[in-house]
């Protein structure tokens, strides 16, 4: 039996949208698939806030962050890590041997833009990573404050991890200066997981044609030059380009304001139940608004929570993320999801720890 989903990730996906991955195939060098491409395009545009091309990746978003990590960086690499997907935009750096350094905060805490300011005085840097929505610990670092500082330094590429925010938090990519912004589908768009998505300035194109291709298959000059066709270099996952295709023009039809409206909405129920009988993790002031990350303060058995939930309601929610498994737990309020839907797992867990 189907448990709907409340994780972080993969999230639910509508029986409507799930039947555009039966659309029978096409070939990806044939005009229809051409014609998918060039329509998905200007409504990615919108959802971004870009004028700038945005790329399909047949891949996680981790093959997005190698993309960006091996394409953008001439001289060296500044990560700022304060939780499990930071720590990964660490780890591709250096595996793929770009020149890099980390900035480590405490997992609940944000980074804050001063912090930022002093490491980039340096003049060491051409490029920063950050995670703009931390979905290990729900904490949501402030993307405007660290992008102005950022764009202080001329020369400073910004590329931001929206994994669990796009499609969920109104982001506006160009007018931040973002470089490189990207996240997967199985988030806040309420796909299957399989593709992933990111917008890129010119600036940050400019600068991929200068360095010499450190892969293959995540090289952003190539994807450009194949993209101003209207394809990918390789195959792309085309069922994934038809339900993109189709929950775009559900997310548009809804309107992104109220997209983002709901999101908000969803994120202060969860958030305000957390604090009458839990408490939340990160500190105040920078929650995340598609996911909240609650600290276990009455020492219950996370995973038998779970369990029983799975058991007893055919829904799941998530533990806590590697190190604080047990100590947190994590429900999702992004993609399809309504306020009804969160007013009834809220209700399940209630009765199942007996806090009523």
Known sequence: MHNRLFTPGPTEVRPEILQRLATPQIHHRSPQCLELYAEIQPKLQRLLYTKNPVFLFTSSSTGAMEAAATNLVEKRCLNLVNGAFSERWHEITTWNRVPCDRMDVDWSQAIKPEMVDRQLASGAYDAVTLVYNETSTGLANPLAEIATVVNSYHDVHLLVDAVSAMAGVKIETDKLGIDFLLAGTQKAFALPAGIAVAAMSERALARAERIEPRNYYFNLKLMYKYHLRNQTPSTPSIPHMYALNAQLDDILSEGLEKRFTRHRAMAKRVQSWAE??????????????????IANTRQISVADLVKTLIANNNVRIANGYGALKEKTFRIAHMGDTQIYEIDGVLAAIEDILRLR
């Open 276 to 293: 009458k009988y839990f408490a939340i993790y990160p500190e105040q002031g920078y929650w995340s608004q598609t996911l909240t990350c």
